[in-house]
Structures are given as structure tokens and as C-alpha cells.
């Protein structure tokens, strides 16, 4: 691709600066549908810009005897793993960026900040911030499991290791989302999870205003992590979009190019809203899960319906192929 | 439904330990000694079948100090046990081993009059804060606040 | 054996007022508990005994914004006993109205409050919302949300206009909606009943024994209610009950004030309804005769009482005050005994604390010599911590 439009790609649109307006937008979408559904009015449209802005023009309190140069790059890192992970999932079209084996790529980056979190806690010198990092890393081994296998079985199916060949596969079947209804519910759990939103927000939450890992951030560290959360949410929206809901595309194809780019895109937003919906509603109908019942979740159930699923799929491959 | 307690019954009860008067139909007043006042409580406790504390209230009447344990049971009257200390030597055995919330109420009596409760455990500041002088005790009559004392919180020429 | 002692300093992000206690543990397990209270102490018992009767009510108002107009009607009572005056049915009626009002919005705050412990916001959002209801009516009929400045001795202060009764009238059915709602969710939502059920549980004897009173007591089966024990202003006129339960939990305290949200919907119903005809007040004198007065109130939070002793002047001599929260504490000292660190945040919680409750713990290992702080939430924290390593172990 001509390296110039390549640039406009990752750095404008749809890459970086669509992907940070995007993600304020998300999260004002999950706060105002959260506050209607508990009866409140809920803040306007550039309220998460603005909390951005205010606080990366916080002072910022570092821990006597704490190592800066980490503290201050770790949430960088994250921002930075999360961010490069969205240019590999197609969002108009395909990822000019694709190759084979991308989804493990965008998978592995979707796990730092989780990663990162516990190094926050670490470094903050702080016993409790340690615990809640602890925690973060606890709560992953739990439920990352049965995500990565319900968001691999796709790739089973289409026979191909890159986002970009999932959604194509897709345009000329089924949706998975159909195919592998159980993957699909098995995803979506695992993502809010993954995002640390409640039912699953024991390592922040119950540490509700101040604790856990973020409790020593302040300033402009805090919004990197926040916004790294919220890059998060996007970014796992649009996999799931992409794996199990067809992505950008529709089954037929539309003769102008122009066109099929601007359908590709609204498809890419109603899908990727869709997904938030369903994140959104979780979060506020349920109460926070203690870990024990967590781990029952994880292992019992998640992890039994994934390992379940996977079977399927390959039993669907067999008879596939030898149809 | 309960009756309520007549004046006999609890005259009967609190026999040998002080007089017996009704101030209203649902609250009959015992008056006895600080030396006796353990034996009116048991009786109460036992004989009346009172199981709940009221309240102990102190009284700082100018002459004297007064304790009121008010106590009541599923008969719904208030049984009072009136006792007087001596100004210069406030002390009465506590209430706590038979009244295990005494605790925490002596403890406020002792902090606000200065009344000692020989044989309370515990009988740390509670109500006033931790660095209130020794030895003020502000629900008496006779004290005032001494502008030269320090009552605790923020000193002033700190606060210039 | 390590004891390890954590006190629980003033400060604290998530509650609502200061206390400071230090909760000596064993390991994960509650050894005892001690007290201090003094962050809020402001003298008003000593400034009650400079003021006139007139002055002291708003003085007592302010002793706490949520049960301010228990504090007032019991001390107008005790004041109107002394000199022998008898308020007219009308104004017993607008007290009990507005009593019963303030017991409805304190038990919805501590419905959400207690949702919020455990994490689960929506209902915190709901009650608090149902609650503006509350507050609208109150608003309408007194002038105020909290501190009603509504009672004065001889009577109540300002009269309910038939608009004012209709408009009150119409919130009510929303209302008895709502909490038959939530009596239902409290029954089927999993996630309150796990936290609840078994957490601070409290024989009947044991609470006899520590002296608690209110909602706290009534969960364990205790059935002492003062609207009904020691009857004053309306309530030996209207149909109502007492609220008891056996399960003697959080959960069965959560139980008792649901119940007693929907006996005092209908007491406000039909004080409002069968409101008598008159004046709302009556001229008593300055001074009150000498005499010596055991003033008794069923606040939100349980028994309030106020010893009066009166001496011909227009002024008290001794206004001595024991608050509900005061007498529970006993309670939550012995039930977090053999409980869990895990649980404080969740015990405190259940005896709605008044008086205070704002704590930062700092863990004091003794034998390792190591201090480390804890919010409040953290605790919480920990007790999901704690509760994790239980379930696997």
C-alpha cells in the first residue's frame, strides 16, 4: 500500500486518531445507557474528553523511593499495546497491516494491560496496591482460558490464523456468531472480564474509589491507564464484531468501491455498538462476584463451554471436509 | 401482652435495698446506695425478669452526683434505680459484668463527669477527644473552660 | 498466635462520618474491639442547658441530619409531660406523619447503602431515586428535606393543606410499588443473599444480653418496639405492626426494615387520610415544673432516649442522650468476635450506624512489626480475598 496512505490509515483514520475519538464516544455510550438504566440522566457527549483533559493537568505524586522511569512508561506501554492491536482488526475493508497468525498478535497485545496493571501495583510500594494487582493477574488466569479458545475456534473453522481471512470467510457463509452461538456468549463473558467491568471488577472495584493497582496513578498516568481501558473496550468490541458478527461486511458485494467502504463502516459501528450494549447491560444488572464464585464461573462453566465448543467446531471440520 | 409491674411486686424485689415509688403507671423508681446498687441490679435482672438497658443516665444536681439505671423487660415498665455519690469521691462499682452495654455507657459518664466505676475494665476516653486534659470534666456545673487550658484540635498560634 | 491489632483511624473515603476503633484480630479472626466516638462530639448536651426550650429544639435538630426529627419530638414530648399539657390530635397526627416520613427515606438510604457494600450499584441508584419521593413530600409539607424544624413545644409548626394531603396521597401507591419490588429482590437476587445470610448473626439471648435495640434486634426475634411498648403521639391509634424476624443476619435485618418501609407507607396513609380537624397547637408555659422525665422513641436506628430533668425554669437542668447507635455498638463489637476481618465493612454496615463509621484501618502485625494502611474498601477487599481462600481451602 503506498506508504503515504498508509500513514493517513494508522495515524488518522481509522487508525489512532478515529480510534481515541471513538473510544471517549464508547465510553460515553456505556455511562449514559449504565445511568438510564439506574434511573439517572447520565453525562453528556464530551464528558470523557473532558475528564482526559483535567486530568492529564492533575499533579502528579510519586511514591518516596518508587522507580519513575517504570511508573511513568508502564502505562504508556499498555496504551501503546492496545492501540498497535487495533490496526490489525478491519474496520473498512481489510487491515491493510494483515498477515497470518494477526489474531494471535492482536490477542497477545489485548493482554498487557493486564500485565501492566500488576506491574503498577508492584511498583507503587504501596501492600495493597500489590494485592489488587494480584488480583488483576488472578482473575486473568481465570477467564483468559476460555476466551482465547472461544475466540480461536473462528479461526478453526475459516482455516486461516488472520482477522482480515476470518471476515472474508464470513461474507461468504454464515456469521459465527450463528455457527458457534456458544463461542459467541463464551466471548462476550470473557471480554467483560477481560475489561475488568462488573460482574468481574474485583481487582478495582471493591477497592471502589481508591485502591488496588490504580491506587497510586494520578495525573496525567491515570488518564494513559484510563484511556487504555477504554482503547481496551474498543478494540475487544471490534474483535468480537469482526470474529463472530462479520465485521465491516455484508453478504453482497457493493460495486463501488466508495460505497462499500462507507457501508463497511457503518456496519463497523452498528456491530461494534451492538457489542456494547450487550457489555453495557452486564455490567449494570449484575453485583460484583466475589472470587470464589469467579473461579466457579471460570472453570466450570466458561472454561467447559469453550473447551465444548471447540470440539464442535472440529467435528463440523470433519464433516465439512468430508462432505 | 405483659402486665405491667406494680409497685408491690417491685418493692417485694428490691426489698432491704432502698425506697420504692411510682413516678408514672409504666416507670417505678428504686432509690438505693452506690454499695448496694449491684444487688438492685441483679434483682431487677432476676426477679423483675428485666433483660434490656435503658439507659444509665448522671445527673450533676449542684450537690451531689446522681446515677439512674433505667432498666426494662418484656413487661414493658421502666424500672429506675436511683443511687447518689458524694462530690469529692464519685465512685460506684461497675455495671458491666451484669450489663455487658454498661461498658460502653460508664465509659461516657466517667469522660463527661468524672464519675469512677470501680472494677470497668476499660475505662479509656471514649466521647472526648484523646487529648482533652485530665481532669476536666464538662458536664458538671461548676466547671467552665479556662481560656489558657488546651482542649484539643488545631493550637492557634499554629493557625496563624 | 500473632495478635494483630488494627485500628481504625478517623478517616475514611467511603462513609460517612468519623469514628476510630481498633479491632484486634487474631489472624483473620475478631479477638475485640474498642471505641473512641469523639469526632462528633459538639457539647449539646451542656448547650441545652443554656438554652430556653424554645432554642434548644433547632440545637437538638441538629444532632443528626437523618434522625433529626426523632431527636426533636422526643424531647418536645418529654418537655410537654413535665408540665402536663396535652397537643392537640392534629399536630400528634402531622408528627407521626412526618416521623413515620423519616423513617421511610432513613431505611431506603440504608437499603442503598447496604447494596452499594456489596458492590451492586443499581440498587443503590433505585432506592436512592424512590427515595426523592420521600423528600419531595417532606419538602412539600415542612419546608425542608432534612431538619423539618416542624415540632416546637405545645404542638407542631405548620399545618397540612388539602393540597398538600392529596399530593402526598398520589406518591404513595409509586411508592408501595417500589418496595414490594424490592422485597421480592431481595429474596431472589442471589448476589445480596450470598453477602447477607450468615454475617453477623445474633441470638436473641445475645442481644438482650448487649443491649441492642432498633431493627438490629428485632432480626434476632427481640420484640420491642417503642411505637408499641410505650406508646406516644399517634400510633396506639392506627392499625399497624411490629416487624420481627428469626434469621438474626444482615439478612434478616435487611428483612425487618423492608417490612417496617411497608408498615410506615400505611401508617402515612391513613394519618393522612383520617387527618382530625383543629388547631396544631396550644400555649403552654415558659418554665416547666420540676420533675424528671424518661423520654422513649423508636427512631430509624431503634430506641432513642431522653432523660430530662426539668427544675421551674424555662430551661432543662440535665438533658442526657443515648442514641440507638450507641446502644448497638456493643453488638457489633461482640458479632465481629469470631468473625472475619472480611466481614466488618458488611456487619458495621447492617446496624445502620448514625453516629459514625468513616475508617481508614492500619494493620499492626505485633510479632513482625509491620504497619501497612487499608481504606475502607480495601478491607472490603480483603474480605473478597479472604472469602476466595475460604471457598478453595
Partial sequence: MDPILLAVYILLFPGFLFLLAYAFFFQFLDRKIAARMQARVGPPLLQPFADFVKMLGKEVIDVKGMDRKAFDAAPLLALAAVMTAFLYVPIVGNSPLAFQGDLILVLYLLTLPTIVLFLLGWLSRNVFATIGGVRAVTQMFIYEVPFFLALLTPALMAGSWSITDIVAWQQSHLWFAVLQPIGFVVALIGLQAKLERTPFDIPEAETEIVAGPWTELTGRRLAMMRLTMDVSMVVGSALVAALFLGGPRIPWTITPDWLSWIVGFGLFFVKTLGVLLVLASIKVATGRLRIDQLNDVGWKYLASAAILQVLIVLLMNYWWVSA | MSELLKVEQVAKAMEGLGTVDAMKPNRIRVATTPAKVKEAVQRALKDLKCDHVVQIAAVDNGKSFELIYNLTGPHHTVVSILLELPRDKPEVPTASDLLPPAGLYERQIHDLLGIVFVGHPNLKRIILNEDWPENEFPMRKDWKPNPNTFYGGVHTEEAK | ?393
Wanted: neutral net charge.
Fill in chain 3, 1 to 393: 498466635m500473632t495478635e494483630v491489632v488494627v485500628p481504625i483511624g478517623p478517616h475514611h473515603p467511603a462513609l460517612k462520618e468519623p469514628v476510630n476503633f481498633k479491632v484486634v484480630a487474631d489472624g483473620e479472626t475478631i479477638v475485640r474491639l474498642e471505641l473512641d466516638v469523639s469526632y462528633n462530639h459538639r457539647g449539646i448536651e451542656k448547650a441545652a442547658e443554656q438554652r430556653d426550650f424554645v432554642r434548644v429544639v433547632p440545637l437538638l435538630e441538629r444532632v443528626c441530619g437523618i434522625c433529626s426529627h426523632s431527636h426533636t419530638t422526643v424531647f418536645v414530648k418529654g418537655i410537654e409531660e413535665a408540665m402536663k399539657v396535652q397537643i392537640p390530635p392534629r399536630a400528634q397526627y402531622i408528627r407521626t406523619i412526618v416521623a413515620e416520613l423519616e423513617r421511610i427515606h432513613s431505611h431506603l438510604l440504608w437499603f442503598g447503602v447496604a447494596a452499594h457494600e456489596i458492590g451492586f450499584n443499581t440498587l443503590f441508584m433505585w432506592t436512592w431515586r424512590d427515595r426523592e419521593a420521600v423528600q419531595d413530600m417532606l419538602e412539600e409539607m415542612t419546608g425542608n428535606r432534612v431538619n423539618y424544624g416542624i415540632n416546637e413545644v405545645g404542638g407542631v409548626r405548620r399545618d397540612l393543606t388539602p393540597e398538600q394531603i392529596q399530593a402526598a396521597l398520589k406518591r404513595l401507591p409509586h411508592l408501595e410499588d417500589r418496595i414490594a419490588k424490592y422485597r421480592d429482590m431481595v429474596n431472589k437476587e442471589a448476589t445480596m443473599m450470598i453477602r447477607f445470610r450468615g454475617v453477623g448473626k445474633l441470638s436473641k439471648d445475645d442481644i438482650l444480653k448487649l443491649g441492642a435495640v432498633g431493627p438490629t434486634a428485632r432480626a434476632s426475634g427481640v420484640d420491642y418496639d417503642i411505637r408499641k411498648d410505650d406508646p406516644y403521639i399517634a400510633y396506639a391509634d392506627v392499625p399497624w405492626q411490629v416487624i420481627t424476624d428469626t434469621h438474626g443476619d444482615v439478612y434478616g435485618r435487611t428483612l425487618v426494615r423492608i417490612g417496617e418501609l411497608q408498615q410506615s407507607l400505611q401508617i402515612v396513609r391513613y394519618c393522612l387520610e383520617n387527618l382530625p380537624a383543629g388547631p396544631i397547637k396550644i400555649t403552654t408555659p415558659r418554665a416547666a415544673p420540676r420533675g424528671e422525665i424518661l423520654s422513649r422513641y423508636e427512631a430509624p436506628r431503634g430506641e432513642l432516649v431522653h432523660f430530662i430533668r426539668t427544675n421551674n425554669t424555662d430551661k432543662v437542668e440535665r438533658l442526657d442522650i443515648r442514641t440507638p447507635t450507641l446502644a448497638n455498638w456493643t453488638s457489633v463489637a461482640v458479632s465481629l468476635v469470631h468473625q472475619n476481618l472480611a466481614d466488618i465493612p458488611v456487619i458495621v454496615a447492617a446496624i445502620d450506624p448514625c453516629l459514625s463509621c468513616t475508617s481508614r484501618i492500619t494493620i499492626v502485625n505485633e510479632r513482625g512489626k509491620k504497619t501497612g494502611e487499608m481504606t475502607w474498601d480495601e478491607l472490603s477487599a480483603h474480605g473478597r480475598e479472604f472469602y476466595r481462600k475460604r471457598g478453595r481451602a
